[in-house]
């Protein structure tokens, strides 16, 4: 959904005359390195399938059961009569159930009642209820919302559950700069400029404005970089940028390449192909053929954004559609995104619910919760009817002060997308229950081969990165039956004081204590800011595996024996001697190492793990270092002063380009000799441990 937000652009400025430089490759396209907790392509692949819950469908014993019924009894003496939503908390104080009414006291009777048909699921939540807590609201409608909300932040146990809920990609054209940048936003809409999304995934967005850069020419390197550009970059040379930044294109051009990308992305797709194709003609018809082609090679690049959108409905202009699909007890509810008649992509949701859950209860559920933080669009298209269709649109509308329809069509084209996301939803969840079952049996192959009491249902790997004992971090990644559990990966900054620099053992240590210590000792006091705690993750691994030799293992062996650790597995991978990949050792406590075979589906499933432990922690010490480099300047690289200091950010122009220079264009700046470009370029790309 295009949307501004309102700033006017800067004023333009003259264009500057083409001068040489350093560097012609835009940040976009260099080397760089990445937030680790954004680097994963997790967007791009299907959510994990959920955990079942037990399906238990015993009779409950009485006693619980008539417990249940007695405190839900004492709260309905102080139940209103008003709308509202109810917590049911166990003696833990858990919450075990989130649940909205438009008579609270009504609603809370009916679980009261000892002999009332309610499903097992039921009377289990009922049995182990202990206290039910109570917040009145004005209208229904306000319950439903502060009911999605609640089950969202407390995830409780007999509610639906959306999970992997991340934000969605959009696409921003800036308006704060007199030269608009194109590039892909996430998060608060608070730059000026025009949205234009939801986009289903990262990728997605990738490719449209790749797309787009090379049907329009709009720049997409950062404000830094254009204004240090003395000459036009690579992007300019292939024919994906007008070279703004050198005056290639004067201010009135380059507004209007800004204008038809808007236009294009606002819906205006046939006008702005049937303008393209004109002057196509035209200047062909002149014999001006160069231009000719320009205009070609933009067409061709706006009619490959619409293939790879896929279906372009004609009626629809601006929908989510939704369609659910159930087997193997579990749920799949697939999402389509239609803006501006535009297919911009689908995505895959697999949410937790019981067996005994049927997809309308799922998908309604569902919805409250997926526009709990997202704006809704104008149109939401079903597969299945649910419950208080009119109460969600209702509350919807509120939400985004414009009002929603939500149906389930009948035919038509709108009931051929429901048929599509239908078949996409069987598919999706085909696909998962195949890649599940192709890593439990990796797993079950590793207890195996490593001698575990049990099947590991969450390994955690370890590691740590460092140079020279600098910007030291640890990192711990968690993988389990359904792949890696990405929103569960933690980063430890190493806080020792006195530590030796290099001491992996130490750091090692300190990773292990502190990630072990949390869970044998919870903190007391606000829930919340635990759970904000970096090291906070509640479970228990099955597995420990530690990235190194017999020494790392018996490492960690001395910490959970000082710990008092006996219920978690520990295993060490530790390299071949060339450091190659396919001759790992694997050392497991009191037991002669093991290497497989090179082909072994075990080893490299092992691998994966410690590639990626390796890939999260080496972005986190990065992450560090860079930020060192930019507090710190030139003053920390050994026989670098203050006159060379100056020579060299006079010579690149910003500390960004010094980073990216090669030992040879480093050496031809004044005063600096070829050791010390040496020593300059090798601050700048050490080989991280």
Known sequence: MPHDSADKPKAPAAPKPPRR??????????????????STPDDEDEARLPELPEDNTDVVAEGPLAAGHAAIERAVRLAPTSPGVYRMLNAANDVLYVGKAKNVKKRLTSYARPNAPHPARILRMIAATVTVEIVSTTTETEALLLEANLIKQLRPRFNVQLRDDK???????????????ILKHRGAQTRPGRYFGPFASAGAVGRTITALQRAFLIRSCTDGFFESRTRPCLLYQIRRCAG?????????GYTELVREATDFLSGKSQAVKQLLAGEMERASGELEFETAAVYRDRLAALSAIQSQQGINPRTVDEADVFAIHQEGGYSCVEVFFFRTGQNWGNRAYFPRAEKSFTPEEVLSSFLAQFYDDKPPPKLILLSHDIEECDLLADALTVKAGHKVEISVPKRGEKKELIVHALTNAREALGRKLADTATQSRLLEQLATVVLLPQIPRRIEVYDNSHIQGTNAVGAMIVAGPDGFIKNQYRKFNIRSEGLTPGDDYAMMREVLQRRFKRLLAPPEGDAAQAKADDDAVPQWPDLVIIDGGRGQLNAAREIFASLGLTQVSLMAVAKGPERDAGRETLFTPDREAIKLEPRDPVLYFIQRLRDEAHRF?????????????REAGLQEIPGIGPSRKRALLHHFGTLKEIERASIADLGKVPGVSAESARRIFEFFHPQAN
């Open 21 to 38: 430089s350093q560097t012609d490759l835009p940040e976009q396209l260099a080397a760089a390195d990445v937030d680790p907790a954004t």
């Open 167 to 181: 934000s969605f990609p959009y696409i921003l054209v800036t308006g704060d700069h007199w030269a608009p940048q």
């Open 244 to 252: 703004p930044c050198t005056g290639e294109i004067d201010f009135p």
């Open 617 to 629: 922690v080496i972005g986190s010490h990065r992450k560090l270092r860079k930020k060192d480099i």
